[in-house]
C-alpha cells in the first residue's frame, strides 16, 4: 500500500513526493523500530511488569491491610459494645443489691427499734411496778403508823408494842383490801375513807 501510495503521488507530480519516505527509509525505518521494540521488550517492559506487579500487590496488601483493619475494629466494636452490656448488667445487679441491702438494712432498724422500745417498754414497767411496791410499803407503814396513832388517840392507851402494833396493822389492812377489793383508790384505803 505504501508503494501504490507512492507510485500514485510521484506519478502525478512526475517527482519523488516530500511526504513519501523513500524504500531504503523505510527499510532503516522498520529495522530501527524493530529493534527498539526488542530492546523495550526485553529490558523495558519487564521492569514495568514489575513496577506494575509490585504496585498491584502493594494496593492488593494495603486493600487486604484495610479489611484486616475493618475486622479488627468490627471486633473492638463488638467486644466493647459487650463489655458495655456487661457493664450496664453488673450496675443493674448492683444497683439491686443496694436496694436489697438497703430494705434489709431498714428492716433491721426498725426490729432493733422495737425491740429497744420493747426493752425500754419492759424496763419502764418494771421500774413502775418496783415503785409501786415500794409506794405500797411505805403508804402501809405511814397507815399503819396513823392507825396506831389514831387508835392510841382512841382507846387512850399507848400501843407501843411493836410486834403488837405489826400485827394490828397488818390484819387491819388485810381487811381493807379484802373488803374493798380491787379499786382504783388508793390502795389500803377504803374507798370514800378520806386519808
Same mark, same amino acid.
Request: no cysteine.
Given at each position: 500500500?505504501?508503494? @501504490? *501510495? ?16 523513500? *524504500?531504503? #527509509?523505510? !527499510?532503516?525505518?522498520?529495522?530501527? @523500530? ?22 498491584? =500487590?502493594?494496593?492488593?496488601?494495603? !486493600?487486604?491491610?484495610? $479489611? ?7 471486633r473492638?466494636?463488638? $467486644? %466493647? $459494645? ?6 450496664? #448488667? ?8 443496694? /436496694? ?8 433491721e ?6 425491740? #429497744?422500745? /420493747? ?7 418494771? +421500774?413502775?411496778?418496783? =415503785? &409501786?411496791? +415500794?409506794? *405500797? ?19 387512850? =392507851?399507848?400501843? /407501843?408494842?411493836?410486834?403488837? /402494833? &405489826?400485827?394490828?396493822?397488818?390484819r %387491819?389492812?388485810?381487811?381493807? =383490801?379484802a373488803?374493798?377489793?380491787?379499786d ?12
Amino acid at each position: 500500500m505504501v508503494t @501504490f *501510495l507512492a507510485s500514485t503521488l510521484a506519478s502525478e507530480e512526475g517527482e519523488p513526493s516530500p511526504l513519501v519516505p523513500h *524504500l531504503s #527509509e523505510l !527499510i532503516v525505518g522498520l529495522v530501527a @523500530f524493530t529493534l527498539l521494540f526488542l530492546f523495550l521488550r526485553a529490558k523495558v517492559f519487564p521492569i514495568f511488569e514489575r513496577t506494575f506487579a509490585d504496585r498491584t =500487590e502493594a494496593i492488593e496488601g494495603s !486493600i487486604a491491610k484495610a $479489611q484486616q483493619d475493618r475486622a479488627e475494629a468490627q471486633r473492638l466494636l463488638e $467486644q %466493647y $459494645q459487650g463489655q458495655l452490656a456487661q457493664a450496664r #448488667e453488673e450496675a443493674g445487679r448492683i444497683r439491686t443489691e443496694a /436496694q436489697t441491702q438497703r430494705a434489709e438494712i431498714v428492716e433491721e432498724a426498725r426490729v432493733e427499734a422495737r425491740t #429497744e422500745a /420493747q426493752r425500754i417498754a419492759e424496763a419502764a414497767t418494771a +421500774q413502775i411496778a418496783s =415503785e &409501786r411496791q +415500794q409506794a *405500797l410499803a411505805e403508804l402501809r407503814r405511814e397507815v399503819g403508823t396513823l392507825a396506831v396513832d389514831l387508835a392510841s388517840r382512841i382507846v387512850g =392507851e399507848s400501843l /407501843q408494842d411493836d410486834a403488837r /402494833q &405489826r400485827g394490828t396493822v397488818e390484819r %387491819y389492812l388485810s381487811e381493807l =383490801e379484802a373488803t374493798s377489793g380491787p379499786d382504783t383508790s388508793t390502795p389500803g384505803v377504803p374507798a370514800g375513807t378520806a386519808v
